[in-house]
């Protein structure tokens, strides 16, 4: 069974089976796939509107801190739905991921967004100097759409 809703705070839920299966901020443009599995990773993308009317369908790459034990973790999802020939030489380390950033080097996502979550955690694995550094890189990134989780306060 297939259910809509639309919250107070402008967002969209769509149900399958009472399992969320996507959700669209609707004030913001951004959509999610969350059941990946029913679709494949080409589905995982986020389709948003610009200023001028125009549909853009950005790939989506998300990273739960949560679930990252190590920085080894974090590189793999942060790779884990690139092409081949993006990662295959991608050094898995900071160093790398400024290459990456800056250079267009190995482990370059393209125009993306890029969605972290857990940042807490990440802080703790990463160290608060080299995490500040790996979000001030895609801050300035022009290609990436940056969406942070928000610190509780």
């Avoid at 739905?81 to 160093?95: H, P, V």
């Amino acid at each position: 069974m297939l259910r809509k809703e639309i919250k107070d705070d402008n967002e969209l839920y769509l149900y399958f089976n009472d399992k969320l299966i996507y959700k669209r901020w609707l004030n913001q443009g951004y959509s999610k796939v969350f059941d990946r599995f029913a679709y494949s990773k080409h589905t995982f993308m986020s389709i948003t509107e610009d200023e001028n009317g125009n549909i853009k369908h950005l790939r989506k790459i998300f990273i739960n801190g949560e679930f990252c034990n190590s920085k080894l973790d974090f590189w793999n999802n942060y790779i884990a739905d690139m092409e081949f020939s993006a990662k295959k030489d991608f050094g898995k380390n900071l160093d790398a991921f400024n290459d990456a950033i800056t250079a267009k080097g190995p482990g370059y996502p393209g125009d993306c967004i890029i969605e972290i979550t857990g940042t807490e955690k990440l802080k703790k694995i990463f160290g608060k100097e080299d995490f500040d550094f790996l979000i001030g890189l895609l801050r300035e990134a022009e290609f990436v759409e940056l969406i942070l989780e928000k610190a509780e306060e």
